[in-house]
């Protein structure tokens, strides 16, 4: 069996190291001729760990140890008991594709996917050398797309519905003293339903940044923050993340026959906070164990479906947060949360997001009370 991924990042690189490992001819086309660039500070729980099947050292520029989140006139602060881990996405891509090559899988950069056919029960391919400019057409059994945001298989198999949001960051020398092993969190819902972040690399940098609708929304707001603070930019990194939906992208999880999507392509983000990679890498180890076992994607993706779901009914009610209900929400975490959230792992909101509301129940009335005010503002939908 031969399996065609397309996309040499995150996702890609880790469906073509599991399958290869389990004996699959692979090959992986990338249209960038050097994978991993531009570069990309990331933060992740060390959820990481466990879906990788390993620590990846050489990946990792530093360990978040303490949480400090703001709202307008409240702040909590919590020590976490597993620190989660910063990431340089570069380096994590790098390792995953030693990782792929090792166990036999093929990495061809400088290639475009433009599209396929069918010729009987296989896939023809079309392959753009973006160098030479000449079309090449292998031939494949499986197709992956693991090609992001703009995912061109997705589009192959009329399964394009990502809905975008848009992230953007800057490095800027870290202030104060001691803070490394601190991420910082602002709720302001005047510049941003999500919030803004700072996640230190090291004793002297840190990676600035907000979520945000638009890429004018995020402009404005990262601006703003950089002013209040008096930060100067070193340099900028922003994109597009899909965001999840309930329907999920169900061409790219049925198969279609034979033509599955990935990470980002299939839209496997955490709306809560817009991360991918924990999810993108999950969703690539289910991919490859379907394919390994003759077994069901869908059914793989069963428990990362049940928790996306969970981020998208949560992030469906925080998208109606004023600054009043951050306040509320962080004297409810000061108070009999603050246990609960230590432990805290947001890529397993289904294990404590219950008990949080046994232990508090006035979160329910915060969310339900922010539910009812928009539905009275006649403001419905996500
Ligand atoms: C600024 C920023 C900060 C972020 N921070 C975090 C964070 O802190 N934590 C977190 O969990 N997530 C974060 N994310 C999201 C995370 O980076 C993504 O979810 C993740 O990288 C997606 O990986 P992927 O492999 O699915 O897709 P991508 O990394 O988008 O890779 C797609 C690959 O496919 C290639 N490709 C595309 N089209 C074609 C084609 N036609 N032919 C061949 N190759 C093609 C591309 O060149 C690329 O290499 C952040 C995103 C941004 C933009």
Same mark, same amino acid.
């Given at each position: 069996?031969?399996? !065609?991924? /397309?996309?040499?990042?995150?996702?890609?690189?880790?469906?073509? =190291?599991?399958?290869?490992?389990?004996?699959?001819? &692979?090959?992986?086309?990338?249209? !960038?001729?050097?994978?991993?660039?531009?570069? @990309?500070?990331? /933060?992740?729980?060390?959820?990481?760990?466990?879906?990788?099947? $390993?620590?990846?050292?050489?990946?990792?520029?530093?360990?978040?140890?303490?949480?400090?989140?703001?709202?307008?006139?409240?702040?909590?602060?919590?020590?976490?008991?597993?620190?989660?881990? &910063?990431?340089?996405?570069?380096?994590?891509?790098?390792?995953?594709?030693? *990782?792929?090559?090792?166990?036999?899988?093929?990495?061809?950069?400088?290639?475009? $996917?433009?599209?396929?056919?069918?010729?009987?029960?296989?896939?023809?391919?079309? *392959?753009?050398?973006? #160098?030479?400019?000449?079309?090449?057409?292998?031939?494949?059994?499986?197709? &992956?797309g693991?090609?992001?945001?703009?995912s061109?298989v997705s589009r192959a198999i009329s399964c394009d519905g990502?809905?975008? +949001?848009?992230?953007?960051?800057? @490095?800027?020398?870290?202030?104060?003293?001691?803070?490394?092993?601190?991420?910082?969190?602002?709720?302001?819902?005047? =510049?941003?339903?999500?919030?803004?972040?700072?996640?230190?690399?090291?004793?002297?940098?840190?990676?600035?940044?907000?979520?945000?609708?638009?890429?004018?929304?995020?402009?404005?707001? %990262?601006?703003?923050?950089?002013?209040?603070?008096?930060?100067?930019?070193?340099?900028?990194?922003?994109?597009?993340?899909?965001?999840?939906?309930?329907?999920?992208l169900r061409g790219g999880e049925s198969?279609r026959?034979?033509v599955?999507l990935?990470?980002?392509a299939a839209?496997?983000? #955490?709306?809560? +906070?817009?991360?991918?990679?924990?999810?993108?890498? =999950?969703?690539?180890?289910?991919?490859?164990?379907?394919?390994?076992?003759?077994?069901?994607?869908? @059914?793989?993706?069963?428990?990362? #479906?049940?928790?996306?779901?969970?981020?998208?009914?949560?992030?469906?009610?925080?998208?109606?947060?004023?600054?009043?209900?951050?306040?509320?929400?962080?004297?409810?975490?000061?108070?009999?949360?603050?246990?609960?959230?230590?432990?805290?792992?947001?890529?397993?909101?289904?294990?404590? $997001?219950?008990?949080?509301? %046994?232990?508090?129940?006035?979160?329910?009335?915060?969310?339900?009370?922010?539910? $009812?005010?928009? %539905?009275?503002?006649?403001?419905?939908?996500?």
């Amino acid at each position: 069996m031969k399996v !065609a991924i /397309i996309g040499a990042s995150l996702g890609g690189l880790f469906a073509a =190291y599991h399958l290869a490992r389990g004996g699959v001819e &692979v090959e992986v086309y990338e249209r !960038a001729s050097v994978p991993g660039l531009p570069p @990309r500070t990331l /933060i992740v729980t060390n959820k990481l760990n466990e879906v990788l099947g $390993f620590v990846p050292e050489e990946a990792i520029v530093n360990r978040i140890r303490k949480l400090e989140i703001f709202s307008r006139s409240k702040s909590v602060r919590i020590e976490l008991s597993r620190p989660d881990l &910063v990431i340089e996405r570069e380096r994590l891509i790098k390792l995953l594709a030693r *990782l792929a090559e090792e166990a036999g899988a093929r990495i061809h950069l400088g290639y475009q $996917f433009e599209g396929f056919f069918r010729a009987g029960k296989k896939m023809v391919l079309k *392959l753009r050398n973006l #160098k030479s400019g000449k079309t090449f057409t292998p031939l494949s059994d499986i197709l &992956v797309g693991a090609d992001g945001i703009s995912s061109a298989v997705s589009r192959a198999i009329s399964c394009d519905g990502h809905f975008p +949001t848009a992230l953007l960051q800057a @490095r800027v020398a870290l202030q104060g003293e001691g803070a490394s092993d601190t991420c910082q969190v602002w709720f302001d819902p005047d =510049y941003t339903k999500y919030f803004f972040w700072s996640i230190p690399e090291c004793a002297k940098l840190s990676t600035v940044g907000l979520i945000a609708d638009d890429d004018r929304q995020a402009r404005v707001g %990262l601006e703003a923050f950089l002013k209040e603070r008096g930060l100067k930019p070193l340099e900028f990194q922003g994109a597009k993340v899909p965001l999840y939906r309930w329907s999920g992208l169900r061409g790219g999880e049925s198969g279609r026959r034979g033509v599955f999507l990935v990470g980002d392509a299939a839209a496997q983000v #955490k709306v809560t +906070t817009v991360g991918g990679v924990v999810t993108g890498l =999950y969703g690539a180890r289910a991919l490859a164990r379907a394919i390994l076992n003759g077994g069901d994607y869908k @059914r793989e993706l069963r428990e990362l #479906k049940l928790e996306l779901n969970l981020h998208l009914l949560v992030r469906n009610i925080l998208n109606r947060f004023r600054n009043e209900d951050y306040d509320e929400l962080l004297e409810r975490f000061n108070g009999t949360l603050t246990g609960l959230l230590q432990r805290w792992n947001r890529d397993e909101l289904r294990s404590f $997001f219950f008990k949080m509301i %046994l232990t508090e129940p006035h979160l329910l009335r915060i969310g339900l009370k922010t539910l $009812f005010r928009s %539905l009275k503002e006649g403001k419905v939908g996500g």
